[in-house]
Nanobody, 124 residues
Framework: VQLQASGGGLVQPGGSLRLSCTAY????????MSWFRQAPGKERDFVGI????????YYADSVKGRFAISRDNAKNTVYLQINSLNVDDTAVYHC??????????????????WGRGTQVTVSS
């Protein structure tokens, strides 16, 4: 079982990135998929989650309007589009799989799998 994230990098303030996370070894459609992030010296924060079917999403207030999560179940991949990046978005971004019996929200209950993350650095 593996969640492999990619797409991070160094970007200037105001820029955009699209992160990807591909799942291996489990039934992707059985899980809602989430993104979390952890900045240096800080706790891990919930970013957003997408329903197993892709029809619904839920975001943390801090990223609403700038972040968008989508998924392609045929490719076992979830995406995080990040726009209008600022220095406070600098963090390691992790994807995670939450059992579909749970709802959409910031709780960390019900997660079976976590990815190792991809680094996003926002700097001029």
């Amino acid at each position: 079982v593996q969640l492999q994230a990619s797409g991070g990098g160094l970007v200037q303030p105001g820029g955009s990135l699209r992160l990807s996370c591909t799942a291996y070894g489990f039934t992707f459609e059985n899980y809602h998929m989430s993104w979390f992030r952890q900045a240096p010296g800080k706790e891990r924060d919930f970013v957003g989650i997408i329903k197993w079917s892709g029809e619904s999403t839920y975001y943390a207030d801090s990223v609403k309007g700038r972040f968008a999560i989508s998924r392609d179940n045929a490719k076992n991949t979830v995406y995080l589009q990040i726009n209008s990046l600022n220095v406070d978005d600098t963090a390691v971004y992790h994807c995670a799989a939450r059992r579909a019996r749970y709802g959409l929200g910031p709780s960390t209950i019900g997660y079976d799998y976590w990815g190792r993350g991809t680094q996003v650095t926002v700097s001029s």
